[in-house]
Every structure is written in structure tokens, then in C-alpha cells.
């Protein structure tokens, strides 16, 4: 046995991810399930480092040193559990298994716990950086134990992508705690890719400038506290000319997103922790909202009267309206953030794991998709203590929602007047008033839940638990 680390599945990502790991002096075993995929591998491949095919999965383990680490990229759900499962009976106590596919996790608490019971270490890892990022360096998050990372450390590190120099992976905590927390960046990737299409569309209906233009404004944008990869992508999506037709490519594409179920999770996860996480889930709204073909369609058939999204912005004005739409892009999006921090606060108090979240910040700085130059800033407000309780509250992130305000409220109203939807602009914007309100209208619920419920209250003045006897005459106040 010679192959220090090895790679199950060998579709694009796990192709890359092998290529990737001889690339760093890994000497890597692979195995697909049909042995032509690795045999294509090795062909066009082979000369780049040391691999070790492997036909048979016996074959596979057997050509692994010890510890054995297999890192398996299959797909999710079914096809995971049966490979795990077949893997765990060759192996032997002390050996790895890693998913790095995109699985829920409440399914890796599920297999870590059953493969443990078997003396092996399970690690749920979540990957970001899609094909390309597989492949010259991704953004890592481990979960599963302490232990299992003593020996994935130097690998994962090997390949990770790098951030000023450091590599951008970390063990994120025990079992599920990995793909937890890759589950909500793809969440705020949700958020931050619906951020810069309603920036877009507010431009393109409402300013009615062209692709190309809102693509040189997106390049500027790129310049200023935005700085990421989805900006800089953005770009380029928008001065993509379309070769058949010669039209903006943005303008022959079907309006329906796709989506494959990380978003939704996100969301899900959120409403079982019952953290507000109202970015992310107008963001999943918004697919799914685009995506209702026949609905749209009968919905603009039947002609509802209403402003057909232009702005109204005059000419002169036009320059500070794209100014305000970057600033309230940029405080949308800092509210979203703080929303998917929450959400990761709570899920490790609620599974007892011990993240990190300046960590987890600096490893989301590069490789990932949601790569940004602030996240330097919230790394660097969760280092200080800072953003604790929320990112909201650091200094730094608290002054620049104050000084995005005044055109972040100028473009959701103007939206609104003239019908654009902003989804998320909005709802970060009550998000943000209704967190900064003294008092909210959530006591008259707590009165309609008492009247038709006797669900009691509790009042500002005394402690103790209300109910008011609706139903008497003079509607006594009793301690419930
Ligand atoms: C990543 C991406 C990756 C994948 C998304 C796409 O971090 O590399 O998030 O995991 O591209 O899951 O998600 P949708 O198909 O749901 O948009």
C-alpha cells in the first residue's frame, strides 16, 4: 500500500479533487464505479502525479496506507449511504471515510454516529469552489472528530485553496458541524446572487440601461467594499454576447432559476432553530417564485394594472441612483450575512459544537463562491469579540448600515412606487427596523393569541404570566 489519501468517484468534482490532491505531492488512489471514468482519468491525467487506479473497491483499500483516508464524491443521498457502507466493510478501526459531497446534515450526524459505533471515523466535509475550485484549491469544512483531522490536516491543507497565505480550511466541530456550516454559506450565496440580480434589475427596468452597461458598472462595483467573486462573475455574465443571435447572452436565457435543495435546507434548518434568516429565504422565494411558469404566465396574461417597473429616475439623478443601489446592496447584504451567522450560532449551541466563526470567515475568503474582500472585516469582528451576538453590532459593519441607510430606504421605496420587486432589499431593510425597535406590535399578537386561545401574556410592569377573561362582561385580568 502505497496511497496516502484516496477518491471514490470520479464525476467532475471528484475528478478534480483527485487531480488536485496529486498535484501536492498526495499519492492518490482512485476508484468509479465504472472503471472506464478512471481509466479516462489516468489517460489524460495520469502524467500530473501519482495515482494508483484501482478497479475493484477491495483493490482501492487495499493500495491505501493506514490510517486510511477515502474521500468518496458520490452522489447524495442513496448512492452516499451504499458507498459508505461497502467502504466501512473493507476498512478497519482508525480509518477515514469523507463525504465530500453536499449532504444534509442531519444525515452525516446519522452516518458519523453509525460509523463510529464501528471504530471508523466519518467526516462530513463540505467543499466550495465548484469544478474549478475542486481543482486549484476549494474552501474546506471539515466536521467529524479531532482525531480524524490530525490526519486529514496536512492533505486538506495541501490542497485548500489559500488566503493571504493561509489555507482556507478548518475542523468546523464534531459530526455534522462541516456540512452544517457549508449548508449556510450556500445559503448566503442564495442571498448575495438575488442581491446583485434585483441590483440588475432595478438598472436594466428601471434605469433602462443595457447588459454591457450594468456589466462596466458591476467591474466598478468590484472596485469599492463589494469586492467578490459573484460581483466579478456578474460582469462578465452581463458582456457575454450571445453568438447565435447576437443579443445580450443575460437576454436569451429562460427567467426560471434552478436550485438543487441547499438553499431550501438553509431555510428549513433556520425555521427549526427559529432564528430569522430573511435574506436567505426570500432569496429561496425568489427562485422558486421565478420558476412557476404557468402561474407567471396567466398572472401577465390576465394584465394587472400597476407601474411597469421604470423609475422614473431623471437623467441627471441617474449616476446617485446607481450609488444608492450599491449602498443598499451592501447593507442587504450585511444583514444577510449577520442572519446566516446567527444561524450557525444557534446550530452549535443546539448540537453542542464548538465553531469558530471567525474561522469560519477567514476560510470563506478565498476558493469559495461566496469569496469576498469584507470578509476580512467580519473575521476580523468575530476575532475581537465584537460580533458575538450579532455581526450587526460590530462597530464597523453597525457604521456601515448607518451610512447606507438613508439610500438603501430610497431605493426599496422607489421600488416599490414603481414595481420592482426587491424581495430582498426589502425585507433586510424591516429586518434591520424591526431589530433596532423598541417596541413591536408583537404585543397586539400576544393579546389576539390570549383573546381567541387563552394563550396568556406577560406584562411590561410585573412579572408573572396573563390571561384577560375575554368572554366576562368586564374582562378581568387573572394570573393564568
Ligand atoms: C459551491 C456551490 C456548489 C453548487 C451549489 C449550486 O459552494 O461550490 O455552492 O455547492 O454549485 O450547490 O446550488 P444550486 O444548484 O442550488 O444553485
Not at 160 to 174: L, R
Not at 337 to 356: C, L, S, V
Request: proline share 4%; hydrophobic share 40%.
Amino acid at each position: 500500500a502505497e496511497a496516502n489519501v484516496g477518491v471514490v468517484g470520479l464525476a467532475a468534482m471528484g475528478g478534480s479533487l483527485a487531480r488536485n490532491l496529486a498535484h501536492h505531492g498526495n499519492t492518490v488512489a482512485v476508484y468509479n464505479r465504472s472503471y472506464g471514468r478512471t481509466e479516462k482519468l489516468i489517460a489524460e491525467h495520469g502524467s500530473e502525479g501519482e495515482f494508483r487506479p484501482a478497479e475493484t473497491l477491495e483493490e482501492f483499500v487495499a493500495s491505501l496506507t493506514k490510517p486510511r483516508t477515502a474521500i468518496i464524491m458520490v452522489k447524495a443521498g442513496e448512492p452516499t449511504d451504499r458507498m459508505i457502507d461497502a467502504l466501512a466493510d473493507l476498512m478497519e478501526p482508525g480509518d477515514i471515510i469523507v463525504d465530500a459531497g453536499n449532504a444534509y446534515f442531519p444525515d452525516t450526524i446519522r452516518r458519523e454516529k453509525a460509523i463510529r459505533a464501528r471504530g471508523l471515523h466519518f467526516v462530513g466535509c463540505g467543499v466550495s469552489g465548484g469544478e474549478e475550485g475542486a481543482l486549484r484549491g476549494p474552501s474546506m469544512m471539515p466536521g467529524g472528530t479531532e482525531e480524524s483531522w490530525t490526519t486529514l490536516k496536512p492533505i486538506f491543507e495541501s490542497i485548500a485553496a489559500k488566503a493571504e497565505g493561509e489555507p482556507c480550511v478548518t475542523h468546523i466541530g464534531a459530526d455534522g458541524a462541516g456540512h452544517f456550516v457549508k449548508m449556510v454559506h450556500n445559503g448566503i450565496e442564495y442571498s448575495d446572487m438575488q442581491l446583485i440580480a434585483e441590483s440588475y434589475d432595478l438598472m436594466r427596468r428601471g434605469l433602462g440601461l443595457e447588459p454591457a452597461e450594468i456589466g462596466d458598472v458591476f467591474e466598478q462595483w468590484n472596485a469599492t467594499e463589494l469586492d467578490s467573486y459573484l460581483i466579478e462573475i456578474t460582469a462578465e455574465v452581463l458582456h457575454q454576447v450571445d453568438k447565435k443571435t447576437g443579443k445580450p447572452l443575460v437576454d436569451v436565457i429562460v427567467d426560471h432559476a434552478g436550485m438543487k435543495g441547499t438553499g431550501t435546507w438553509t431555510v428549513q434548518s433556520a425555521l427549526d432553530l427559529a432564528v430569522p434568516v430573511t435574506g436567505i429565504g426570500e432569496a429561496v422565494f425568489a427562485r422558486g417564485l421565478s420558476s412557476q411558469t404557468e402561474l407567471r404566465d396567466e398572472a401577465v396574461k390576465r394584465g394587472f394594472a400597476g407601474p411597469d417597473g421604470s423609475l422614473n429616475v431623471a437623467e441627471a439623478d441617474r449616476q446617485a441612483f446607481i450609488d444608492d443601489i450599491r449602498q443598499a446592496l451592501y447593507a442587504s447584504k450585511i444583514v444577510a450575512y449577520a442572519q446566516g451567522f446567527n444561524e450557525i450560532t444557534a446550530a452549535a449551541k443546539e448540537h453542542d459544537w464548538d465553531i469558530d466563526l471567525a474561522a469560519v470567515a477567514r476560510i470563506w475568503r478565498g476558493g469559495c463562491i461566496i469569496r469576498a474582500k469584507f470578509l476580512n472585516r467580519i473575521s476580523d469582528a468575530f476575532e475581537s469579540g465584537e460580533a458575538n451576538v450579532s455581526l450587526l453590532f460590530a462597530p464597523y459593519f453597525k457604521e456601515a448600515i448607518e451610512n447606507a441607510q438613508a439610500a438603501w430606504r430610497r431605493v426599496v421605496a422607489r421600488a416599490a412606487e414603481y414595481g420592482v420587486p426587491t424581495p430582498v432589499f426589502a425585507s433586510s431593510l424591516s429586518y434591520f427596523d424591526g431589530l433596532r425597535s423598541k417596541r413591536l406590535p408583537a404585543a397586539l399578537i400576544q393579546g389576539q393569541r390570549d383573546f381567541f386561545g387563552a394563550h396568556t401574556y406577560g406584562r411590561i410592569d410585573a412579572p408573572g404570566v396573563f390571561h384577560t377573561l375575554w368572554a366576562t362582561e368586564d374582562r378581568e385580568e387573572i394570573e393564568a
